[in-house]
């Protein structure tokens, strides 16, 4: 990568970079020039003393991320080798745990490196590429990993279409291909995992002490609802820790197979357990008419889903999902709601809590509070980059 451009950081935003803020926004640039995602970017203050290099590439809100405040660094595969071996040193003892097979090992600007994550699969690695921009320097970026590491394989996901999305394609890269499906462990539970079956593998790696906290500490006799419930992966969690009874809600009919399998893979019968495809509003409205009620609902929607009859957004709908949820638990009952919306930090989210609760005339209390896990790094100049919530709430 030899292109290069020098931008000129506006007075009023040089100070927040200086501080190490990371993502670059065209509002920070005194002119946007015209220029082709992947480029290097020198940036320098209105008089023209350097800042830091970054790169070129939109993703989301940004137009690029900050790499090294070194103005002699060269942004070459050595930089990255280096950057790839910090972050892998620092999650030793995850490798470390038989325990724990699947974690992330590179998470994006936490590491230094925004705009591309590296999850471990038993071996086997998925790499998470968020911009054109940085998937301009891949095979920089991928001789510098297999410096930094062995695999047993290499999978990609490619999330920057038009929309942002994820780009539909063969995700193996190298290496040898992962059996269908890969048992991971986490936390002594198995999971089956599919590395080249779409945006996402079966397991959400962000969740892994959350489930432990359910699994530990609060699922033993209780009656578990699990909304939004994907392949069911805390609805395992909570069986592994002696809960009563399961029900399992997805809109997803793949949804069913999965749960399934999850359950099969720990040898716990899925016939135990209740595994449906349904809207979650829909489902709230049968548990109404029937007069069901949880011990534990566990609310972890998607920020947006649309089906054929509805939209859901957390944004707009999180506090009426949470008002129909406490209907139908019990008294001392708990709601472990959870949302990765970025839209929300944990004090507004806290507030959605407060109003639905006065809203229902209930009273509750924060028992457990939870961001990121310790393999999701993250900086504390970049506030946006801790993206999870999660409350586990006492119904009074």
Not at 189 to 216: E, H, P, S, W
Not at 370 to 379: I, Q, S, V
């Amino acid at each position: 990568m030899v292109n290069e451009i020098t931008v000129k950081i506006k007075k009023k935003s040089a100070q927040s970079y200086i501080k190490g803020y990371p993502l670059l926004t065209k509002e920070a640039l005194v002119t946007v020039p015209d220029m082709e995602e992947g480029v290097i970017l020198r940036l320098v203050d209105e008089s023209g003393r350097f800042l830091a290099n970054g790169y070129h590439g939109n993703q989301n809100k940004g137009i690029g991320w900050i790499l090294s405040y070194d103005e002699k660094q060269a942004l070459d595969q050595a930089f990255f080798v280096t950057l790839f071996e910090e972050a892998f040193a620092k999650r030793q003892v995850f490798f470390n745990d038989d325990g724990t097979t699947a974690f992330r090992i590179f998470n994006g600007e936490g590491d230094g490196l925004g705009g591309l994550t590296i999850d471990y699969y038993d071996g086997f690695l998925v790499l998470q590429w968020y911009s054109h921009g940085i998937y301009k320097w891949k095979s920089t970026i991928l001789a510098a990993i297999k410096t930094a590491i062995t695999a047993r394989g290499i999978y990609e996901k490619r999330r920057f279409d038009a929309k942002g999305q994820y780009l539909e394609s063969d995700d193996f890269l190298e290496g040898d291909t992962a059996p269908e499906p890969l048992i991971v462990k986490e936390n002594g539970i198995n999971y089956a995992v599919y590395l080249n079956d779409g945006a996402m593998t079966g397991i959400f790696l962000d969740q892994r002490d959350v489930r432990k906290t359910i699994c530990d500490t609060y699922a033993a006799g209780r009656t578990v609802l699990n909304t939004f419930s994907y392949t069911g992966a805390f609805s395992v969690a909570a069986a592994f820790g002696g809960a009563a009874h399961t029900t399992n809600v997805d809109v997803a009919n793949r949804s069913i197979p999965k749960t399934r399998e999850q359950f099969t893979v720990n040898e716990l019968d899925p016939v135990a357990h209740t595994i449906m495809a349904e809207d979650v509003f829909q489902y709230f409205k049968y548990a109404n008419r029937k007069e069901l009620a949880f011990d534990m609902v566990i609310l972890d929607p998607p920020s947006f889903a649309r089906t054929k009859k509805t939209t859901f957004s957390v944004a707009k709908d999180y506090g009426k999902l949470l008002e129909e949820s406490i209907v139908i638990t019990n008294p001392n009952g708990i709601i472990v709601a959870s949302t990765n919306y970025a839209g929300y930090g944990m004090d507004k989210f806290k507030q959605v809590v407060q109003e639905a609760f006065k809203n229902q005339g209930r009273d509750y209390r924060i028992i457990e509070q939870f961001t990121l896990p310790a393999d999701f790094a993250t900086r504390s100049s970049f506030k946006e980059g801790d993206y999870l919530k999660v409350l586990f709430l006492e119904v009074r």
